[in-house]
């Protein structure tokens, strides 16, 4: 069975948010706290044809077996500190799993992006 290699795996904030930007703003791009279904996964989803389970500590390549049930194949080992600031910013909130458009995601993400290397994100804009 083929699995990615840690190296080979990018978390890049600029290519996420490049993603982001390529869906209209009202479309759904994931689901708050649900790890495999959050806009990060849905991201690495795509980007790797292969599923993902992603929290705050760390991302997991998965498959899915019987009953809805997931089966480690892969584990990166650690969430990089964009990814665990945007999951804790989509999660809270009065309704547990909730849809998440791509604007949303984006206004998270801008904030974010501002806050850890502002000089750089206002260029990427």
């Known amino acids: 069975m083929e699995t990615f290699v840690d190296r080979e795996m990018e978390l890049d904030l600029y290519q996420f948010r490049t993603w982001l930007r ?3 703003a009202s ?3 994931g689901v708050s ?3 495999d279904r959050c806009p990060v996964a849905q991201w690495l989803r795509q980007q790797y044809n292969k599923r ?3 929290n705050t500590l760390t991302i997991e390549q998965v498959e ?3 009953d809805s049930q997931r089966r480690h194949i892969n584990q990166w080992g650690f969430t990089p500190e964009w ?3 945007f999951i804790n910013r989509i999660d809270p909130g009065p309704v547990r799993e909730r849809e998440i458009t791509a604007q ?3 206004d998270v993400l801008d904030a974010l992006g501002e806050e850890h290397h502002p000089d750089q994100f206002l260029l990427a804009s």
């Open 33 to 35: 706290c649900l790890g």
């Open 83 to 85: 990814v665990e600031t």
């Open 104 to 106: 949303e995601a984006l």
């Open 22 to 24: 390529t869906h209209p």
């Open 64 to 66: 899915v077996i019987e």
């Open 52 to 54: 993902f389970y992603v």
């Open 27 to 29: 479309q759904v791009v």
